[in-house]
């Protein structure tokens, strides 16, 4: 059938085509090119878990073809066993291979959610720096309690530094998230979640919200940029010097609606804004949210 | 009273701008009305609605199936023009270019494409299998409650409309198909959409309980005598794993769109922030439902393929036991893992590690199901039929995306994968890999059970070919997108990130996997158009199971004569044994045709659409016309009809033509 070649022709170009659209994607594979400590482990971790499971994937894929070539309908010499119903050795072994793969990775899984998990601070020698992060509609504003500065959608950083990452939301909820450095948190009013993060080196990344949180989410990124301690130390003097200053009227009008917010310094005019913003959501009697 | 308030009251917040639409909404919305339209002339033309009611009113499962079927392959239909809009919108938005559509448009449509693919595709279509199949497996001649299954069907109708109708009126949520507080509460969204949300799944939710339940007690009292629970086929036992699934999750499904429900029409503080609500509850509450949901569909997939391989291998099903114990544990595991769905939400490490081993653990049964397959093929006869080359592809596709939810189940890899593109990438893997690539097996597979003549082999086989290559290039590019840090639901992105390329392969892979669905509606027609060519008889593939022991196509009754059953794959040892079931007749009592399921749909759907446009006289209207409907029809007798013994004996000499 001469109709089904030339469109069996226009298919195989086309996967060709879109296979070498994917491989010379100039898109940066953050999550495998990783520019912080925490990112790096979770590489390994990816690479660890991938390769465990290709001791139940290749096994599957020979397995399948071959089997499915041997005892196709045409080769009659093939055996054929029509009535036989199983072998207790052989589903004993695979209840038994994928139960110790999942064993080992049990074992993995434990450990590393523990020393990776997003609470925990990180061991350095080096002073952590606190950075509070308020998911906004829809923008993000980073305060540095500690320097007396504020930013919306620009987030400095010192390289080789422990950052502690107070999260909450004023907005729907948002995930907080900067793939180079390392996994997601969510931000959720009324509440503080905490992601610890150092970058390596000088460098910039995206970092974006991962949650649907409305109209503007789209535009809901940022830029991180990690900077040698004099550079970010420049920047905290520059942005007290010239930022606008961000009191109480500030904020309120910072926190309305807005889209595709362009980065802005400000000058932080009070020290407790952060922990205003989650008590917004607290009953007055004090007792909280459940749970 | 002023006129405004009387208006208030009679149309809540129905007004004019309810149908003002965007030009692509509109022109949705014109295309509905035109299809409806066009079919309301054709079925005048041929004389059609007596026919149609027929069907409408029927209670024979097998009718109810095919309605089933017909309401998922239609909304698949709407959902894959969802997605040509996503990925259009994703392959053009860039830089300073906005695309085609605007945010909100956008995000209405991607809820609207996943709420439709898995409450309306896919549940239809396990539906549609589990009332065209399971009572013939069984040796049963209907299901344990009837009436009650009309119902289910029309309260899934109810909700499909209600989903479809913002197209037309208002507007849909805008919030992701799990539609999360807070962004789902009044604060963040006022409008009519979440209410369309809350109340097409509400009301359709209702009608899958119903479901689970009837075939749960189908399966449990209506088998053929000496089918012992260990002699049921594997698809039979996975019906009943995902009804007992749906009767354990779905309440907490009802539950939770009730609170929010509350929340929004009567400002109460379930799920708000702040006012003492908890948003963190619903996420909890919503994938205790949503989880076990994601094994309801595939159970059912799993029962299937438990099906085809082994009648396409000639062979008996490799390791039957285990594969029982293998659905059993999947089953209980399943409400042990939601909280994977959120990892990020800060619980904690040790709770994370729980939850993330218990994701793992599922692997372990579900990969023995899939070596027990490869090993029915083992030393068999393996005809390559379409059917089989769905299980190969289904075997490839869901091992490689079961990868990607192992690297998942280990919380501190999901940090860095939740929300973006390779989650999209994973789901789709399993729903499309699994569930899609099953159903289709399924219908190549019973379709002359139905019919008596099968589907045209080589398109069904280009079919294949084009879904597979299709689906590879539509998800590939999502998982490198993810490993690029690509959220999902993005209607906009920086020309500079180098994601363009890949959302346009994958919008090719869309394209080819619409050029399959095309290929799939010709090959029905043409399989139609030749059907003399492609007769077959009553047992077209040298089936094991009972449902091939009735005339084709089955009769109302489905057995003459129910069977009596001592093994396993029932139906191969009749044959081999040669004990084919006697011809002694005897009457046939079977339920008389009712038009209570539709009419009792039709007052739920008055009482939703009320209640989302806050009408309440129409509401309370709505809502007692189903409750006085159902009290006349559950108090009335005779609902019963005696088919005769020459009646079974005519039909049951004329089986095999259509």
């Not at chain 2, 008596?452 to 086989?461: A, D, I, K, Q, Y």
Request: include cysteine; proline fraction near 5%.
């Amino acid at each position: 059938m001469k109709k089904a070649k030339v469109a069996f022709i226009v298919i195989l170009v086309v996967v060709i085509v879109g296979t070498l659209a994917m491989l010379i994607s100039r898109g940066n594979l953050d999550v495998l090119n990783p520019a912080g400590i925490i990112a790096s482990k979770e590489r390994t971790l990816i690479l660890i878990t991938s390769f465990l499971s290709l001791f139940v994937v290749i096994p599957v894929f020979i397995l399948l073809f071959s089997i499915a070539w041997k005892y196709r309908e045409g080769n009659t010499k093939a055996v054929y066993t029509p009535d036989a119903s199983g072998n207790r050795l052989l589903e004993l072994l695979w209840w038994a291979i994928p139960t110790l793969i999942i064993l080992i990775l049990a074992v993995i899984t434990v450990q590393s959610t523990h020393e990776l998990d997003p609470y925990k601070t990180i061991a350095s020698d080096v002073k952590p720096l606190t950075v509070q992060v308020v998911a906004l509609q829809w923008k993000w504003l980073f305060i540095y309690p500690a320097q007396g500065v504020a930013s919306i959608n620009y987030l400095p950083i010192p390289d080789q530094t422990p950052i502690n990452f107070e999260v909450t939301s004023d907005a729907a909820m948002n995930s907080f998230w900067i793939p180079s450095l390392g996994g997601q948190i969510y931000a959720m009013s009324g509440m503080s979640t905490q992601l610890h993060l150092e970058a390596d080196g000088v460098g910039t990344y995206r970092g974006s919200s991962a949650n649907i949180s409305g109209a503007g989410f789209s535009g809901m990124n940022f830029k991180a940029q990690s900077m040698s301690r004099a550079d970010f130390d420049a920047w905290v003097q520059s942005t007290t010097q010239a930022g606008v200053a961000l009191g109480d009227n500030a904020y309120r009008e910072l926190a309305l609606p807005s889209q595709n917010n362009i980065p802005i310094g400000y000058k932080l005019m009070d020290g407790d804004l952060y922990n205003k913003i989650i008590l917004k959501y607290m009953p007055a009697d004090g007792t909280g949210m459940g749970m | 009273m002023d006129f405004t308030a009387i208006t208030n009251f009679l149309l809540g917040r129905l007004n004019i701008d309810a149908f003002i639409h965007d030009p692509i909404m509109e022109g949705a919305g014109i295309a509905l009305l035109v299809g409806l339209l066009g079919a309301t002339i054709l079925l005048t033309y041929l004389k059609r609605w007596k026919w149609l009611w027929k069907w409408m009113t029927s209670l024979d499962p097998k009718k109810i199936g095919v309605m089933y079927l017909v309401v998922a392959t239609i909304m698949l239909l709407r959902g894959l023009a969802d997605v040509l809009l996503i990925r259009t919108q994703q392959a053009t938005s860039v830089g300073s270019s906005t695309g085609i559509l605007t945010s909100d448009h956008f995000q209405q449509i991607f809820s609207a494409h996943g709420t439709i693919m898995i409450f309306f595709v896919a549940m239809g279509i396990v539906f549609g299998v589990f009332n065209l199949i399971v009572p013939q497996q069984i040796g049963a001649r209907d299901v344990a409650f009837p009436f009650m299954n009309s119902v289910s069907f029309w309260l899934f109708a109810v909700g499909m409309v209600l989903i479809n109708a913002p197209l037309l009126i208002g507007e849909f949520a805008a919030t992701g198909w799990l539609a999360y507080p807070p962004l789902s509460e009044l604060q963040y969204s006022p409008g009519v959409g979440v209410d369309y949300w809350i109340w097409s799944l509400q009301i359709a939710g209702i009608g899958s309980l119903l479901s689970g339940i009837n075939f749960f007690v189908t399966i449990l009292k209506k088998r053929a005598p000496g089918m012992k629970l260990m002699k049921m086929p594997i698809f039979v036992w996975s019906v009943l794993c995902s009804t007992s699934l749906i009767m354990f999750a779905f309440p907490i499904l009802t539950a939770t769109l009730g609170m929010l429900s509350l929340d929004r029409l009567m400002g109460m503080h379930f799920f708000t922030s702040g006012g003492g609500g908890n948003p963190m509850m619903y996420i909890n509450l919503i994938w205790a439902w949503g989880h076990p949901e994601v094994y309801i569909l595939v159970l059912p997939a799993f029962g299937i393929f438990s099906e085809i391989v082994p009648v396409f291998s000639g062979k008996k099903l490799f390791g039957y036991t285990s594969m029982v114990v293998a659905l059993l544990a999947i089953t209980i595991l399943s409400f042990t893992v939601w909280l994977h769905h959120f990892f990020t939400m800060g619980a904690g490490a040790d709770v994370n590690t729980l939850f993330g081993i218990m994701t793992m653990v599922i692997a372990i049964p579900t990969g023995v199901k899939v070596f027990n397959w490869i090993f029915t093929m083992y030393r068999g006869r393996i005809k390559f039929a379409t059917p089989m080359l769905w299980f190969m592809g289904f075997v490839v596709t869901f091992t490689l995306g079961g990868v990607a939810g192992v690297l998942m189940a280990v919380p501190s890899i999901d940090f860095q994968f939740h929300n973006s593109l390779f989650l999209v990438a994973h789901f789709h893997t399993m729903i499309i890999g699994g569930v899609v690539f099953a159903a289709f097996a399924a219908f190549t597979y019973w379709f002359p059970k139905f019919t008596g003549f099968t589907l045209n082999e080589r398109l069904g086989s280009y079919a294949f070919w084009l879904w597979l290559v299709g689906f590879l290039l539509a998800f590939i590019p999502l998982y490198i997108l993810g490993f690029m840090g690509a959220t999902r639901r993005l209607d906009h992105y920086d020309a500079s990130l180098g994601w363009q390329g890949l959302f346009i392969v994958a919008g090719v892979g869309v394209l080819l996997i619409c050029a399959g669905v095309a290929m799939q509606v010709l090959q029905v027609i043409v399989s139609i158009r030749t059907r003399n060519a492609n007769r077959v008889g009553t047992d077209p593939w040298n089936a094991r199971n009972l449902e091939w022991a009735t005339p084709t196509p089955p009769p109302e009754y489905n057995f003459a004569t129910i069977p009596v059953v001592s093994t396993r794959d029932a139906f191969w040892e009749m044959k081999q044994s040669k004990n084919i079931p006697s011809k002694h007749y005897e009457p046939i009592q079977v339920p008389k045709s009712s038009a209570f399921g539709i009419f009792i749909g039709f007052f739920a759907l008055l009482c939703g659409f009320a209640i989302i446009w806050h009408i309440v006289l129409m509401a309370l209207f709505g809502l007692f016309g189903v409750i006085i409907l159902l009290i006349i029809r559950l108090t009335s007798d005779n609902n019963e009809t005696t088919i005769s013994t020459e009646e079974i004996q005519k039909l049951e000499t004329a089986g095999g033509t259509v």
